[in-house]
C-alpha cells in the first residue's frame, strides 16, 4: 500500500450548533475528543448533525440536496415562521481556529397600498468568525480551504461508492501514474504505431476485425470457383501423344486421299470442310473459356471494389472520430476563453479599498495625514500592481487557449477535406461497382447458337461430300470407308485437343486462384496478429492499471475492467473485497472498506476532514484511521428520545 504524499491540511470539528434547523430546537455538539459518538433512538436527528455541518459549509445536505427543507417543523409537519434557522461550526484547519455561520431568515415584504406583509420567501445571511460577510465571500474563503467534492468524498462513508463509476475511474486514475508505453512489449510494434498516431483501440480493433470478416468471406469464395473449372471436362489424352496422332492420321489420309486414286476436287471440298469444321469447334471451346475467364475476372474486380470501399471508409470513420477529439478540446479551450474573459472583466471591475485606519496600531493615537495618504497610496500601488499582473496573466492563457483553437480549426479543416477526397473516392468506387454488379447480373449463359448452328451445317456438308465421292463411279468403296474411319479419329483427337486448351486455361486460372487464396489466407493471418497483439496490450494495461490501483489500499480492490466472452475489454469500476462485490457485502463490511478508501484518497491529497460514519452501530471491528471520527449509532442505551454525544468507548 502506498500512501504517496504527507497530510498538508488537517481539519477537525470541535463544536456544531444548531438552531432551529430540522428536528433541533437548540443543540450544541461537542466534538473535542478525535473520536465521537453520536447516540440516539430512530428519527432523534443524528444524520441532522451531518446535514447541518454540510449545509453549513456548502448549502447541501448529505444527500447533496440544496432544495431540502432545514427549517424546524410544527407538531402538523409544516415549517414554523417567525424563526431564524441556524447552523455554526467551530473548526480548527491546519491549527487555526475558524468558525462559519450560515443562517436563514424570513423575508416579509408589505406591498404599497396593503396593510399586511406578505411572505416572499428566504434570505440568508453568513458569518465568518462571527462577522458578516457577503455569500459569495463566504464561499470563497470556503473554496480556499477545501474543495467542495473531495470535501464529501472524504468526510462521507457513502459519498464514494454513490459515485457514477466513470466518476470513481476518473478519482482513482488520478492517484497512480500510467502511460500507455508501460503496457507495450519490445515486439508490438503495430500497437506502437497506433500510440504514435494517436488511433483509438476500440476503432482500430473493430476496423480490424470488419477486415478479418471480409476477407473470410472472400476466401469461402475461392474454393467453389476452384471446383466450378476443376468439374470441366478434362483431358485424357497427353498433349504429345494428341499431337501426334493428329499428324499420324493426316499423314494416312494423305496418303490414301492422293489425286491419282481421286477427283482431285471433291478431296480438297471434303479437306477445306473438315479444317474448317474443326476449327470451328476450336473457336467454340475457345469462346466458353474466355466466358468463364470474364466472369470469374468479373467476381474477383467485384471482391477488390468492396475491399477498397470498406478500407476507405475506415479512414473516414478514423477521421470522423479525430474531428470529434479535436472539437471537444476546441469546446473545451473556447469555454476557457470565456471563462478567462469573464474573471478578467471581474478583475478588472474592481477597485481598491481605500479604508485605510487613521489609527496607531500601537499606540492609539492618530496618524498624521501625510502617513495616512502614503498609506493609501501603498494600498493603491499594491493592489494596481497585482490587478495589473492577474489581468496580463489571464490575458496569456485566453491568448493560448485562442492560438490552440485556430491550431485545431486548420486540423479539422484538413481532416474534413481528406474525408471530401475519400468520399469522392468512394463514390467513384461504387459507381465501378455498380458497373460490374451490372455485367455480371447481364452475363447469363454464352450463347453459342450461331457457332453450333455453323458446325451443324459444315458437318452436313461434310457429309453430303462423302456422300456424292462414295456414290461417284471413281470412288474406290475400300478407301473410303478407311478415310471416313480416319476422319472420325480426326475429329476425335481434335476434340482432345480443344479440351486440352480449355484445360490449360483452367488449369492457370486455378493457379492465380490458389495463389490469391494463399494472399487472403497471409493477410488474414497478419490481421489476427495484429488483433492478437493489440489483446495482448489491452490485457498489459488491464493488470498494470488495476495493480497501480489496488496496490494503494489496504483492504479494498477494484475490478476497473470486464473481459467478455468474445475477448472485448469493458470499462467498469467495482469495488470488492476479498472478491465478493461491494453490492454483497453486509453494512459493516461496506463502512470498512469506504474507510480504507477514505484514508487511502486523504493521503493522496493530503487532507484530513472529519469522517462522518451512519449507521456505525452494524460495525464490530471498526477500520483504525488518523482522521477525526463521528460514529452515528441508532441505540436504545438512551430512554429519551434526544441524542447523546460521547467519547468512543464511553
Known sequence: MDKSKQTSQRVEIKEIKLKNFKNHRSLSANFEDKKSVIYGRNGTGKTAVLDGFLWALFGKDSRGQSDFNARTLDEYGKPLNDIVTQVKINMVVSGNEI??????????????????????????????????????????????????????????????????????????????????????????????????????????????????????????????????????????????????????LRQQRSELTAPDSYNNEEYRQIVELTDKYNQKLREKKQLVSEDEDKLSDLKAKKDKEHANIDTIRGKIEQLNSEIDELSVEKNHKAKKVDEQREVWLEINNKEPNLDVSDTCPTCGQKLPENDIQSKIEEVKENFYSKKNSDLEMITD?????????????????????????????????????????EQIKNHGELDT????????????????????????????????????????????YEHHKATLEAHKTHQRRIENLKKEQREVSALIAYLEQQEDEVKRFTHNKVNLIEKAVNDKFMFAKFKMFKEHYNGSIEETCDITFDGVPWKSLNTGARTNIALDIIDTISSHYGIKCPIFVDNAESITDMFQTETQTILLVASKKYDDHNIHINKLNE
Open 449 to 492: 447458337s450461331e457457332i453450333d448452328k455453323e458446325i451443324s451445317e459444315l458437318y452436313a456438308k461434310i457429309e453430303e461430300a462423302k456422300e456424292a465421292r462414295e456414290n461417284s463411279g471413281d470412288s474406290d468403296s475400300a478407301k473410303q470407308g478407311k478415310i471416313k474411319e480416319i476422319d472420325a479419329q480426326i475429329e476425335e
Open 99 to 248: 468558525s462559519f455561520t450560515r443562517e436563514l431568515h424570513d423575508n416579509w415584504v408589505k406591498k404599497r397600498g396593503s396593510e399586511l406583509s406578505e411572505f416572499a420567501g428566504f434570505t440568508g445571511k453568513f458569518l465568518i468568525n462571527d462577522v458578516e460577510v457577503r455569500q459569495g465571500e463566504y464561499k470563497k474563503e470556503i473554496g480556499k480551504l477545501f474543495d467542495e467534492n473531495i470535501f464529501r468524498l472524504l468526510s462521507d462513508t457513502n459519498y464514494f461508492a454513490s459515485l457514477n463509476w466513470k466518476d470513481k475511474r476518473e478519482i482513482l486514475f488520478n492517484m497512480i501514474e500510467f502511460s500507455d508505453e508501460q503496457a507495450v512489449s519490445e515486439d508490438m510494434t503495430y500497437v506502437k504505431s497506433l500510440l504514435n498516431a494517436g488511433t483509438d483501440f476500440d476503432r482500430a480493433i473493430k476496423q480490424i476485425r470488419d477486415k478479418i470478416k471480409l476477407n473470410n468471406d472472400r476466401l469461402k469464395e475461392i474454393p467453389a470457383r476452384i471446383d466450378e473449372l476443376e468439374m470441366a471436362e478434362k483431358p485424357s489424352k497427353g498433349e504429345k501423344e494428341i499431337y501426334d496422332k493428329l499428324k499420324a
Open 397 to 437: 492563457v485566453a491568448r493560448q487557449a485562442k492560438q490552440r483553437i485556430s491550431e485545431i480549426n486548420l486540423r479539422i479543416w484538413q481532416k474534413q477535406k481528406l474525408i471530401d477526397e475519400h468520399k469522392e473516392s468512394i463514390y467513384s468506387a461504387e459507381s465501378d461497382l455498380r458497373s460490374i454488379e
